[in-house]
């Protein structure tokens, strides 16, 4: 596993600025955050605010222009193979499922164990328990396109928990469901952080989500405006 324990933070960002089309664009303009292991931080803010360039940053897909950002302790600067770390320590769910059309859900929910020590048959067995941790038993042969929406978020999570990561990165996971999906999202992710203690980082522009987080984290102007626990917490 990742070290569980010895470091308290599973996120810290420094300073995160983040600039675009040279210089003119400050989608960050300075973000300080920290977020302990087994939180569930919600991220809210207007759209162009800088929230998924955020998300982005903290899941290694894009460097910041300048600043520091800390995964369960490791410095994202520092980290020679990227793409090794992040698919064994993050989870990645976005708000389209993003899952591979012509693959089954069984294979999609496999795909970030590709490339890692397991075999054929663990990871065959990985994602029958994936599935029906996600209430998915059964429909591991079936096409994504043979699912509801919901149904495919839930693989997309599934898919997201495949290598065990501490930490799970979602922006807006729950912008296009229907309200009994996104309950339904909802308690999967409080059940998996009760089973797990994982992290959770949510982007989302929905009130009523981002309530059920520990915390409210406010992105204006890419700056923290706001960081308050949730009364829900
Ligand atoms: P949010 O997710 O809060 O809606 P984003 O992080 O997507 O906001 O975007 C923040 C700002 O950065 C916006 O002004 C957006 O246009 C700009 N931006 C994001 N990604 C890029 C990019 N790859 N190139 C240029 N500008 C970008
Ligand atoms: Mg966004």
């Known amino acids: 596993m990742n070290d569980a324990g010895r470091h308290p933070?599973?996120?810290e960002a420094i300073d995160v600025r983040k600039y675009f089309d040279r210089g003119i664009v400050h989608a960050l303009d300075g973000v300080a955050l920290s977020v302990e292991r087994g939180e569930f931080v919600a991220i809210t803010g207007p759209s162009g605010s800088g929230k998924s360039t955020l998300l982005h940053l903290l899941a290694a897909l894009d460097t910041p222009t300048s600043g520091t950002i800390?995964?369960?302790?490791e410095d994202l600067d520092r980290i020679?193979?990227?793409n090794r770390f992040r698919r064994t320590h993050i989870g990645l769910v976005f708000q389209l499922h993003n899952l591979l059309p012509h693959?089954?859900?069984a294979k999609n929910v496999?795909?970030?164990?590709?490339?890692?020590?397991?075999?054929?048959r663990e990871r065959t067995e990985r994602a029958d328990v994936l599935l029906a941790e996600v209430d998915l038993e059964g429909k591991g042969r079936r096409l994504p396109t043979e699912l509801s929406g919901g149904e495919r978020q839930r693989v997309a999570i599934a898919r997201a928990?495949?290598?065990?990561?501490?930490?799970?990165?979602?922006?807006?996971?729950t912008g296009s469901l229907d309200s009994a999906s996104v309950e339904r999202v909802l308690g999967l992710f409080r059940r998996l952080r009760a089973e797990t203690g994982m992290t959770l980082v949510m982007v989302t522009h929905d009130r009523d989500v981002a309530r059920t987080a520990d915390r409210i984290v406010e992105i204006r102007d890419g700056r923290v405006a706001a960081d308050t626990s949730s009364s829900a917490a």
């Open 9 to 11: 933070c599973a996120i």
């Open 80 to 82: 020679k193979d990227l």
């Open 103 to 105: 693959l089954d859900v």
């Open 70 to 73: 800390r995964v369960d302790g």
């Open 110 to 120: 496999q795909i970030p164990m590709f490339g890692t020590h397991r075999s054929h």
């Open 161 to 173: 928990l495949a290598n065990d990561p501490s930490v799970v990165l979602a922006d807006e996971p």
